[in-house]
């Protein structure tokens, strides 16, 4: 049944990294009407806000899509999960909180494949405007923005033995892998304040929701944009069975992420014909690239037994010990329940005519089969490999025309050559970092894959069969001015009125990193670029 209508100037789908940037920039003129539909509600979760509640929220579906791949022939046939937040600051609520922005590399490429704008140099002072970074204002950094950007506080033996290990195999400290170069190893900075996460949705939307022309609506699905010929005028949602439509007197803005905003298109009969005739859609513009090119970071693990008591699951062992974490955490914001799960990270070159990393190996300083199970009962610590730039590429695709229903999200892993030596050659890295005279103390055994995998055959074996995600799905709306190009450099989408995605879908390749940083980052720029706009529209 269809209900009444809420109007605005913009209607924001989605309240994620990409969408709480969004509100809250384009709401800070008063003149200017928001509305922001999420699907999720409210980040009431504390698990959400205490660092260590990321194995809490990892699958928990009161905040998470809780999405699975395809059975992925590079993954030996598995589906792989993919979480992604279903909440108020969206996958910046339930994420792993490190601070990467990339490589100037990848931005220079992104401007070299014909996105003008889009080049290290551009997009620098909107990582800065973002960002209040704790050890103050330099060349690449800046103070006063909504994200929090902190240092680890407290170094742990595991974490110092790994960066000395790789110091010893020749990489140098890195105490900044966001500014001037990425390579070495080091501690990651955090998107955490005083102990606590910063999501999009607490360090930006939360502060402007007091604001009169802003209305937040939870727990609103979008189900299919409303079009008037070639220009979209609104958004159809679904909340509590009830159907509502929110008209878009300026500009409907798509911020569901790689997964939902490809699948909102076509929901709404804009991506490849073939695809949406096959399906049961009406086509009402033909546009080939929606849903496609899509990259994410595929990792491989190396599982190790701690031959020292020291990590995360020898407190989750004793009650003494979580008691007394917990104590520190309340009274101090320290300790465990403050850490980030990857402190600390290497990026490297798996060769070394390579011009810039290849991969990231991060440690983390506990261990388990899946983080929704729980912790292992013994001591245990993981290091974890992926590639940076993957050349494998999959795709989005509907599997009915119904909101509800979850899209088929193909990964395609490890399809080239290239991607399959290059998460080996990493994993023959870390091993050779476990070797050293720094991290012997702390090896008792390696558990996974285990002294059996030997041959590079053997380790890729390994890598199909336990290797995951490290949640960075991106490229599925991408940029560009190529015939695939779902968005032109000003994140328009090509043939149709109205209608903008920022999101980590517009990413015109997967970066070198971390993503959450880099969406913020397309947000920021998007808001800006909407207002550029409507001041030469005045
Ligand atoms: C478990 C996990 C760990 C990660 N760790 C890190 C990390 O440590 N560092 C890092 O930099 N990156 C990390 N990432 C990746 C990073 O968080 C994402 O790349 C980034 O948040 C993507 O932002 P987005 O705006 O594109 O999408 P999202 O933040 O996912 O936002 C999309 C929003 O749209 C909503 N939505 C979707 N469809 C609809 C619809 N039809 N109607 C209404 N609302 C809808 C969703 O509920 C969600 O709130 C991690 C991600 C995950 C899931």
Request: hydrophobic share 40%; proline share 6%.
């Amino acid at each position: 049944m269809q209900q009444d209508t809420i109007e605005a100037d913009f209607v924001i789908v989605g309240a994620g990294s990409a969408g709480c940037v969004m509100a809250a920039r384009l709401s800070e003129d008063p003149g200017t009407k928001v509305v922001l539909l999420e699907a999720g509600g409210d980040d009431f979760n504390r698990w959400i806000h205490i660092p260590l509640g990321f194995g809490k929220t990892f699958a928990d579906p009161s905040v998470n899509w809780c999405y699975e791949t395809e059975p992925d022939p590079g993954a030996a046939g598995r589906k792989i999960f993919w979480p992604r937040g279903k909440v108020l600051g969206g996958s910046s609520s339930i994420n792993g909180m490190v601070y990467i922005r990339g490589q100037h590399e990848d931005f220079d490429l992104w401007r070299q494949m014909g996105c003008s704008g889009w080049s290290a140099q551009d997009v620098l002072p909107y990582f800065k405007r973002a960002e209040h970074q704790v050890r103050g204002a330099d060349e690449w950094h800046a103070t006063g923005g909504p994200l929090v950007v902190s240092d680890v506080e407290e170094g742990h033996p595991l974490c110092e033995a790994f960066i000395a290990a790789c110091n010893e195999l020749g990489y140098p400290t890195n105490r900044d892998f966001n500014g001037a170069q990425q390579d070495g190893v080091g501690y990651h900075q955090t998107t955490t304040r005083k102990g606590r996460r910063c999501s999009t949705a607490v360090g930006y939307l939360k502060p402007a929701t007091k604001r009169q022309n802003l209305r937040v609506v939870t727990n609103a699905l979008a189900s299919r944009l409303v079009l008037q010929g070639k220009r979209v005028v609104g958004v159809e949602y679904r909340q509590d069975n009830l159907s509502f439509i929110a008209r878009a007197r300026r500009e409907v803005i798509l911020c569901g992420g790689a997964i939902n905003s490809p699948q909102l298109l076509m929901l709404s009969g804009i991506g490849p014909q073939q695809h949406l005739t096959d399906i049961g859609v009406p086509v009402l513009h033909h546009l080939p690239g929606v849903g496609q090119g899509l990259q994410d970071h595929y990792s491989a693990p190396l599982k190790l037994k701690c031959r020292q008591p020291i990590t995360v699951n020898d407190i989750m062992l004793s009650k003494l010990s979580m008691l007394r974490t917990g104590l520190d955490y309340y009274l101090r914001r320290r300790g465990a329940m403050a850490a980030i799960s990857a402190q600390v990270a290497l990026f490297a070159r798996t060769r070394p005519e390579l011009a810039t990393p290849d991969i990231k190996m991060s440690i983390s300083i506990f261990s388990a089969d899946r983080p929704q199970d729980g912790l292992h009962k013994f001591s245990g610590f993981t290091i974890i490999v992926y590639q940076l730039r993957p050349e494998s590429r999959g795709e989005i695709r509907l599997k009915s025309p119904r909101p509800e229903d979850a899209p088929a999200m193909i990964a395609n892993y490890l399809a080239t050559k290239t991607d399959r030596r290059t998460i080996t050659d990493g994993l023959f890295l870390g091993r050779r970092l476990l070797a050293t005279r720094h991290m012997q103390p702390y090896v008792a055994e390696e558990f996974l894959p285990g002294p059996a995998v030997q041959t590079a055959d053997q380790m890729l074996q390994h890598a199909r069969q336990c290797g995951g995600t490290v949640f960075h799905p991106t490229s599925t709306c991408k940029m560009g001015i190529d015939p695939m190009a779902v968005v032109d450099p000003e994140l328009r989408v090509f043939g149709i009125g109205g209608l903008r995605v920022v999101d980590a879908s517009v990413m015109p390749t997967v970066i070198s990193g971390n993503t959450n940083a880099g969406t913020i980052m397309i947000a920021e720029k998007a808001a800006d670029l909407v207002r550029q706009e409507l001041r030469m529209a005045a």
